[in-house]
């Protein structure tokens, strides 16, 4: 079966610092698109970043630029997204998701995890 | 970059059909054919319906349909079943950043 499966949200104050982990398993991780979506409470959906299966193409949303660095670590079928000088805004359900190939649209999503910031 | 614009509700009764408007301009929707759309329940992860304007994922039943013209693409739905009840974003490739921007979404409800 195909699966994403993140991990690693939490509370943290305004200026921390998360990391976020999604693993993928049932597909051939390293060849796809992986991106992070977020979904603030009652709020839409938004682009946070995006990387290539050889990692070497990154985007990111110019909310987070700056602050956020997403990686992966295509031996261990791993995506990651390091989250730096949080704001409350950043508050939000954080989906990792992927890009079918053929596709260039979402065909995976995760079940999303957690992030709000406060003090 | 501003989110595309949907109405925020829509609705029909069972058996009725609705539209759901998508409005950007020539930097996304109207300049590529990389328009999805995703319905997403409450409390669940989105899900691909329509992909590349047009396109059906397999297992989408026929009664989603999208379609674009100019700079506004379109969802509809026909047949509307009690299941159709949801919030549908639309998305956009955007070539000046080279990312891509949700729409507002649309909440239609099933009378």
């Known amino acids: 079966e195909v699966q994403l499966v993140e991990s690693g949200g939490g509370l943290v104050q305004p200026g921390g610092s998360l990391r976020l982990s999604c693993a993928g398993s049932g597909f051939t991780f390293s060849t796809y698109w992986m991106y992070w979506v977020r979904q603030a409470p009652g709020q839409g959906l938004v682009w946070v970043s995006r990387i290539r299966g050889d990692g070497i193409t990154i985007s990111y949303a110019d909310s987070v630029k700056g602050r956020f660095t997403i990686s992966r670590d295509n031996a261990r079928n791993t995506l990651y997204l390091q989250m730096n000088n949080l704001r409350a805004e950043d508050t939000a359900l954080y989906y990792c998701a992927r890009v079918g190939v053929g596709v260039s649209a979402v065909d995976i999503w995760g079940q999303g995890t957690m992030v709000t910031v406060s003090s | 970059q501003s989110a595309l614009t949907q109405p925020p509700s829509a609705s029909g009764s069972p058996g009725q059909s609705v539209a759901i408007s998508c409005t950007g301009t020539s930097s996304d929707v109207g300049g590529y054919n990389y328009v999805s759309w995703y319905q997403q329940h409450p409390g669940k992860a989105p899900k691909l319906i329509i992909y590349?304007?047009?396109k059906r994922p397999s297992g989408v039943p026929d009664r989603f349909s999208g379609s674009k013209s100019g700079n506004t693409a379109s969802l509809t739905v026909s047949g509307l079943q009690s299941e159709d009840e949801a919030d549908y974003y639309c998305s956009s490739y955007v070539g000046s950043t080279d990312f891509y921007v949700f729409g507002t979404g649309t909440k239609v409800t099933v009378l």
């Open positions: 590349e304007v047009t």
